[in-house]
């Protein structure tokens, strides 16, 4: 077979999917394990989402609506928007991918920051684009360092807030200070996968960030049903933005790409705001509880704004993961972000956070003898 593909093509590394749950109890011998390393919702979606997936199963001989007219309808409300203001993606990583599929061509730039979300890099790449990766300051964006680094090729910039690994959310009051100042062809795309677990003080204005726009650059939220709505097997993302940047990112949007079953559980899901709060709040009871304890352990647990804790063990990483997992639970080592002696490990339930802590309390003695 003689294939020609193109060197944005050959230069991409796979994104590493993880083992599956089960087979890593089979390879380590054990059962009941716990997963903690993918920032998910222990808790599970509404009710009111499964009863309405349950429901529009019985519909699947039918093409999904192609604008998933009611649930952009459903976040315009939400969110006090216009349904042209929005724009649905098979979760938002698809988000990101129209926007460079739309903003960059060969030789032109997008800007993202080291460690965050590795898919930024790979679909600048993709599209024969650059990517200019700038590492964090203190485990933060620095703002500073990015615009310094804008030059006239420059067409995105990608700031995860809050930031995954590190859980740190940025002051609105220096996110709008750096926008003043981000040249006005430039879109800014804020990816907000956790904001639902910040701090309100953390929130920006989206509202007067999407319909101000005149003289300075554009910005774009993307959102997910997969975090705190519990909804990432059924991949639902996305945008808030300006209709004129929502006009360009339809061009690039294939049909039909928000399945039946994804439209019916997000609607339900947003709807139930009551459920949506109790999540809200037993993660910020856990993400407390698991803090408190993992710094009476000696560890040293960066401040978090998301559903996870990044934490210091002053020891190897990759043991105490290995350690945990044979203890059935899995968390993340950070040591391929650059960070050998810190983990990652998500807020569970309360049984979940738990039995972490018996487990890493044990690993932890084990691995300082």
């Known amino acids: ?31 009941n394990s716990i ?21 529009a199963l019985a519909n699947l ?37 129209f926007l460079v599929k739309a903003f960059i061509t060969e030789g032109l730039e997008a800007i993202c920051s080291h460690p965050s979300f590795l898919m930024y890099q790979k679909f600048t790449q993709m599209r024969g ?19 310094a680094a804008i030059t006239s090729d420059t067409r995105l910039i990608f700031i995860d ?33 956790y904001i639902d677990f910040a701090s309100p003080e953390s929130h920006l204005d989206v509202y007067s960030l999407i319909r101000n726009t005149k003289n300075r650059c554009v910005a774009v939220f993307l959102r997910t049903f997969s975090k705190a709505y519990g909804l990432p097997g059924l991949r639902v993302g996305y945008g808030l933005m300006p209709k004129e940047v929502a006009a360009c990112l339809h061009k690039v949007r294939q049909p039909f790409n928000i399945n039946s079953l994804a439209q019916a559980g997000a609607l339900a899901a947003l709807d139930d ?70 983990l990652r490990v998500t807020v569970g339930t309360e049984e979940e956070n738990s039995r972490f802590l018996a487990a890493i309390e044990e690993c932890l003695r084990e691995i300082r003898a």
């Open 129 to 147: 684009g650059r990517c200019v990766v700038l590492p964090l300051a203190d485990m933060r964006h620095n703002l500073e360092a990015i615009l």
């Open 161 to 193: 807030n809050p930031n995954n690994p590190s859980g740190s959310a940025l002051a609105p009051s220096a996110l709008y200070a750096f926008l003043a100042k981000v040249p006005e062809q430039v879109v800014v795309a804020l990816d907000e996968a």
């Open 1 to 31: 077979m003689r294939l020609i593909v193109p060197d944005s093509i050959q230069s991409i590394v796979p994104y590493p999917p993880g083992k599956p749950q089960d087979e890593l109890e089979r390879e380590y011998g054990v059962k």
């Open 273 to 342: 705001q009551v459920y949506f709060q109790d999540i809200v709040a037993r993660n910020r009871r856990g993400r407390q509880f698991l803090a408190d304890r993992l710094n009476r352990l000696g560890c040293d647990c960066l401040p978090s704004e998301t559903n996870f804790i990044f934490f210091d063990i002053h020891a190897d990483a990759d043991r105490l993961y290995q350690a945990m997992l044979y203890k059935g639970v899995i968390i993340r080592s950070m040591r391929a972000y650059g960070h050998p002696s810190c």
């Open 61 to 97: 001989h039918r093409y999904p609506d192609g604008a998933s007219y009611y649930l952009t309808q459903a976040l315009a409300a939400h969110h006090g928007l216009d349904a042209s203001e929005i724009v649905l993606g098979n979760g938002s990583n698809e988000m990101i991918e």
């Open 35 to 55: 997963k903690l390393a993918s920032n998910e919702n222990p808790w599970g979606p509404s009710p009111k989402a499964i009863a309405a997936v349950s429901k």
